[in-house]
């Protein structure tokens, strides 16, 4: 099993930029597919994007259409932790934001197909 923690929520002005972090405890990271999900208030949650690594077929990321360019998704192995860099924020990032892994397979935007969850952080996005 995995326990996902999320950290470095926070307030951020439109434009500028937040790194949230998923610290993964339980085993490597490389057995396990990846996906940041976010929910705002009233509205369904949301798939951000994701990432799996693996030695024989190295990163593969994948993004919501509404990041896509702005923010990125890496991975510290070292570290068991996965980062989401969030640069030129929007109104309309504002969310709480999550973290989830599943045993295997690919990034999908499907939050069901994720069995471990974060208790996700907020981020909040003024004008």
């Known amino acids: 099993q995995v326990q996902p923690v999320e950290s470095g929520g926070g307030l951020a002005q439109a434009g500028g930029s937040l790194r949230l972090s998923c610290v993964a405890s339980?085993?490597?990271?490389?057995?396990?597919?990846m996906g940041w999900f976010r929910q705002a208030p009233g509205k369904e949650r949301e798939f951000v994007g994701g990432i799996k690594w693996s030695e024989w077929s190295g990163t593969s990321t994948h993004y919501a259409d509404s990041v896509k360019g702005r923010f990125t998704i890496s991975i510290d192995n070292a570290k068991n932790t996965v980062y989401l860099q969030m640069n030129s924020l929007k109104l309309e990032d504002t969310a709480v934001y999550y973290c989830?892994?599943?045993?295997?397979?690919?990034?999908?935007?499907?939050?069901?197909?994720?069995?471990?969850w974060g208790q996700g952080t907020q981020v909040t996005v003024s004008s």
């Open positions: 989830a892994f599943r045993d295997y397979g690919l990034v999908t935007d499907r939050d069901y197909e994720y069995r471990y």
């Open positions: 339980g085993r490597a990271l490389s057995v396990y597919t």
